[in-house]
């Protein structure tokens, strides 16, 4: 499938210049947003309380909220997932007592909020209550899903793992793009990969939008998009170093770009249709990894066009570096 019909030959390595400005300037605002605001580190990586809640009747998000406030939970974070009924509240670790009786004070002021009391919790069985009047034990109008507690331990440690994760991706795209193409064009991926990355990390600094294991799932999502990206246009770049041999290397650049610009929009587009799709429908808990993924997906796309191929060019690629070796040397090296 094409978009464009006619051939376009739009002059990407000309604009290489103003486009590097343009990404150096952006990841300098990155670094400063990193120094000033941080990243807004989740539960995961800071460690906390996680209860997960589920109501009779579709919740009232800011009723919960004054409610934790007024019980002295003001740091809680109330979120909704799933169905209307269903809310999840993330607490920091709490000095002042154990995780398991923090989290049955706050169940205890949300019943309260609605007049019951718990009295019997079984295990795989619904929680019975009591009104607060008295009365016959029924189920509890909010039940309680699961509570789980993330010590700070365990959150540095998923810190580390990740920042791991990241530093062996990088590692691996180099090892590959030098055994599947040449060292300059390593180079290439890897500054446009490591440019996406640090903008996607200035694009959670800036938003505050929180991040957690979700969010690190999107960082290496795009990391492997634009790196996909990178390698066609990089594959029809090779291919074209052998088939225009009569062209300057500008000229076979800006002619695979122009070749691949057609793909590079298609997967682009329905990628970005997707994530919007996922923003708009997918709730509260994936719209944070949605949102992330919509501007990984543009700055992938654009590091492919503008910094990859123009890094290649400035180390020095010649087609002599892409063209396969003589037969006639190689048979008169032989004895």
């Known amino acids: 499938m094409e978009v464009f ?10 604009w290489r210049r103003p486009a590097i400005a343009v990404s150096m300037a ?17 539960l995961d990586f800071t460690g906390g309380t996680l209860v997960e809640l589920a109501y009779e009747q579709p919740a009232d998000v800011e009723q919960v909220r004054r409610t934790l406030t007024e019980g002295g939970f003001r740091d809680a974070v109330v979120q909704r997932y799933g169905t209307t009924k269903e809310l999840m509240v993330r607490l920091p670790v709490h000095a002042e007592g154990q995780s398991a009786a923090v989290s049955a004070r706050l169940v205890a002021a949300l019943r309260e909020s609605l007049g019951e009391r718990e009295v019997e919790s079984r ?10 009047g008295g009365g016959e034990p029924r189920a509890c109008a909010l039940q309680v899903k699961r509570i789980e507690f993330v010590g700070p331990q365990v959150g540095r440690e998923l810190a580390e793992k990740g920042a791991l994760a990241l530093i062996l991706t990088a590692l691996g795209i180099l090892v590959y793009v030098i055994f599947r193409f040449e060292w300059r064009f390593a180079v290439g991926a890897i500054a446009a990969s490591a440019h996406d ?18 969010s690190l799932a999107a960082i290496l999502t795009v990391l492997g998009y634009s790196l996909n990206d990178t390698i066609v246009i990089f594959d029809r770049v090779r291919e074209n170093f052998r088939k225009m041999r009569k062209h300057a290397v500008i000229e076979i650049m800006n002619t695979s770009l122009n070749e691949t610009l057609s793909r590079t929009i ?9 994530m919007l799709a996922l923003y708009l429908y997918g709730g509260d808990v994936l719209s944070g990894f949605a949102l992330a993924m919509i501007f990984g997906v543009l700055v992938g796309t654009y590091s492919s066009l503008f910094i990859a191929t123009p890094v290649t060019l400035a180390l020095g690629i010649t087609r002599e570096d892409m063209l396969p070796p003589k037969k006639e040397a190689a048979a008169d090296a032989q004895p």
């Open 5 to 14: 019909r006619r051939k376009t030959h739009i002059d990407f390595i000309g």
């Open 26 to 42: 952006l990841n300098v605002l990155t670094l400063i947003a990193l120094f000033v605001s941080g990243l807004n580190f989740g």
């Open 123 to 132: 295990p795989g069985q619904a929680q019975r209550c009591v009104p607060a």
């Open 197 to 214: 990355v640090l903008l996607l990390f200035g694009f959670y600094a800036v938003t505050q939008i929180e991040f957690s294991l979700t």
């Open 266 to 274: 298609i997967t682009g587009g329905t990628t970005l249709l997707t």
